[in-house]
């Protein structure tokens, strides 16, 4: 990256506040992954290509920064849901013309293209609706297709949601996504972000970097005690913090600990929960200490068993008022 690179292309990798409005409802933050190539050619030379496109488009744009070993980066776009939306597309045009590969691929087809937007878990069902409603309408409008990820990346409670189509009609897809977001967007607090090269912190690795060990080595057992230290635990783990609406805590908590208790057991890892709310929103703290993939499945049990809670609630409230009704 030259000299001349805006500032605040260096640190958008995660957004500053809660994702996808860190602002308000007003304003929409919309991350997305992109090679390290595509990334240049979002940048520019010395920043001119985003620089025009903040400027075209109003909107606040940077890339994650380069990992050593490690061919992808984050895009961070917030602004405007329109903005946002015309930022994309002209993004997607850009990369097009460019013949880039990754995020945006041009088919056989050269005006069809693809983008990998980065969705919050707890946020899918606000893209997919009930029965996948909200999803054909979005490509019914907007003339795109979308295909959603079931898994969450690594070490974050983050999805792909991959978008194809003309640069026109992603945008009028991303503006369709953006306004769905933006209704349910307290929905994402907790939400654990996405940073390329997490993959490879399961196998204890650096980025890029390749085991030493030869066919004739027999692999080191890291957590294994030591006489010095008969208590060592395993130098990967990981603690991470996510917080819970406190009328949400005891469904997960489960009859006498029973839910929490198998999710510990699944997992593998060690889940603390606060006894009172950290602030004024009335959330309560999840602590989750364990390996990279033990926390990834506390986190994915977790999360699917707000979202089964949430469905039931829902349901629960539409037989009522169809029992009003009648």
């Given amino acids: 990256m030259s000299a001349g690179t805006p500032a605040l292309l260096e640190n958008a990798d995660q957004p500053e506040s809660r994702s996808p409005s ?5 304003v929409l933050t919309l991350r997305s992954l992109v090679s390290t190539k595509d990334a240049g ?8 290509n985003v620089a025009e496109l903040r400027e075209a488009t109003a909107v606040k744009a940077g890339v994650s920064k380069v990992i050593p070993g490690v061919h ?12 946002v939306a015309k930022a994309y597309a002209m993004i997607v045009n850009q990369l097009s013309s460019t013949s880039a590969t990754s995020p945006v691929s041009p088919t056989p087809s050269s005006s069809q293209s693809s983008i990998r937007l980065l969705i919050s878990h707890n946020l899918m069902g606000s ?3 009930r029965s996948g409603l909200k999803i054909k309408a979005i490509q019914d409008s907007s003339g795109a297709r ?25 945008g009028r897809a991303i ?20 940073h390329p090269g997490a993959a490879d912190e399961r196998s204890g690795r650096r980025p890029g970097q390749q085991s030493r060990r030869s066919n004739g080595d027999a692999p080191r057992d890291r957590g294994s005690p030591s006489p010095s230290s008969p208590s060592a635990q395993p130098s990967n783990l990981r603690t991470q913090n996510i917080s819970i609406p406190s009328d949400m805590v005891g469904c997960i908590i489960g009859r006498n600990g029973t839910k929490i208790t198998e999710i510990r057991r ?31 499945k506390a986190l994915f049990l977790l999360y699917n068993q707000l979202e089964s809670e949430k469905e039931r609630r829902v349901g629960r409230e539409q037989m009522q008022q169809d029992e009003l009704q009648d």
């Fill in 175 to 194: 503006e369709d996504i953006g306004r769905a977001l933006l209704e349910d967007w307290d929905r994402a607090t907790g939400t654990v972000y996405f």
């Fill in 72 to 83: 992808e980066r984050v895009l961070t776009v917030t602004g405007s849901v329109e903005g």
């Fill in 127 to 129: 893209v997919i609706g």
């Fill in 266 to 296: 699944l997992s593998g890892s060690k889940i603390s929960i606060a006894k009172e709310p950290h602030d004024e929103t009335g959330e309560r703290m999840f602590t989750i200490v364990g390996t990279p993939e033990a926390n990834e």
């Fill in 146 to 170: 979308m295909f959603a990820q079931k898994e969450m990346l690594p070490q974050s409670t983050e999805r792909i949601v991959e978008v194809h189509g003309s640069a026109e009609s992603i």
């Fill in 22 to 26: 860190p602002a308000g409802s007003e």
């Fill in 41 to 48: 050619v979002i940048i520019g030379k010395a920043g001119k």
